[in-house]
C-alpha cells in the first residue's frame, strides 16, 4: 500500500514538474485578473497625482524655454 502511494505520488510530482513553460504562459494570459479596486479612492488619488506631476512638468519645462 504505502510502496504504491509512493509511486502515485512520485508520478503526481515528476509530471507536475515537467509542465512546459509555454503551458504556463499560455494559462497566465488566458486568466487575466479583474481588479475589484479600479475605481477606487486609492487609484483615484495616485491618477490625480500622474495629472498633477505632469502639469507640474510642463509648467517647468515652459520656464526654461
Known amino acids: 500500500m504505502k510502496?504504491?502511494?509512493l509511486t502515485l505520488l512520485a508520478i503526481f510530482f515528476?509530471?507536475?514538474c515537467s509542465t512546459?513553460?509555454?503551458d504556463v504562459d499560455?494559462?497566465?494570459?488566458?486568466s487575466q485578473k479583474v481588479d475589484p479596486y479600479s475605481d477606487s479612492v486609492f487609484n483615484t488619488i495616485k491618477d490625480n497625482q500622474?495629472?498633477?506631476q505632469d502639469q507640474?512638468?510642463?509648467k517647468s519645462m515652459g520656464?526654461?524655454?
Open 3 to 5: 510502496l504504491q502511494l
Open 14 to 16: 515528476i509530471s507536475g
Open 20 to 22: 512546459s513553460q509555454s
Open 26 to 30: 499560455r494559462y497566465n494570459r488566458n
Open 50 to 52: 500622474r495629472v498633477y
Open 56 to 58: 507640474l512638468e510642463r
Open 63 to 65: 520656464r526654461n524655454f
